[in-house]
């Protein structure tokens, strides 16, 4: 299996994670059950580490000068230093999304537990979650 095929499949377990995790936490929302929310949870953290991988991987195939996919192709360039190579991650509208959908979903990781303290966390998790999903749905 390659790197596009791979990254795909994150990308869409990412999707149906981040799916899933607001529809638990509405559902805990709804009716209070501690096991819902234990999944709702593990959903929106699989969301984040497959956020994670995609994104470790879309950046080994930049600095590694991986040219036979098209990203790569597009943004990169042997000639460039450093800094700008590791700036391509996010120079087209996929990297874009991407870094978006990753700076979102680590938020989210300190949100919930802001969200535990006060004690509203299906409430907002539930939003922020369906937020997560829509900008996962721009990189399917």
Not at 106 to 132: C, H, N, T, W
Request: glycine share 4%; proline share 2%; aromatic share 18%.
């Amino acid at each position: 299996m390659t790197f596009g095929i791979i990254g795909g499949i994150i990308v869409k377990v990412a999707f149906l994670s981040a799916l899933a995790a607001a529809f638990f936490y509405y559902r805990v929302h709804r009716r209070s059950t501690g096991t819902m929310l234990i999944f709702a949870r593990n959903c929106y953290h699989l969301s984040t580490v497959s956020l994670m991988t995609m994104s470790a991987m879309l950046l080994y195939l930049i600095l590694t000068h991986q040219f036979q996919y098209t990203y790569v192709w597009n943004y990169s360039s042997t000639d460039l230093p450093l800094p700008l190579l590791i700036s391509t991650f996010y120079a087209g509208q996929e990297g874009s999304f991407t870094l978006w959908a990753l700076y979102t979903s680590i938020i989210g990781v300190f949100l919930i537990q802001y969200a535990i303290r006060k004690d509203y966390e299906p409430q907002v998790m539930s939003i922020y979650s369906l937020i997560l999903s829509f900008l996962l749905l721009m990189l399917i």
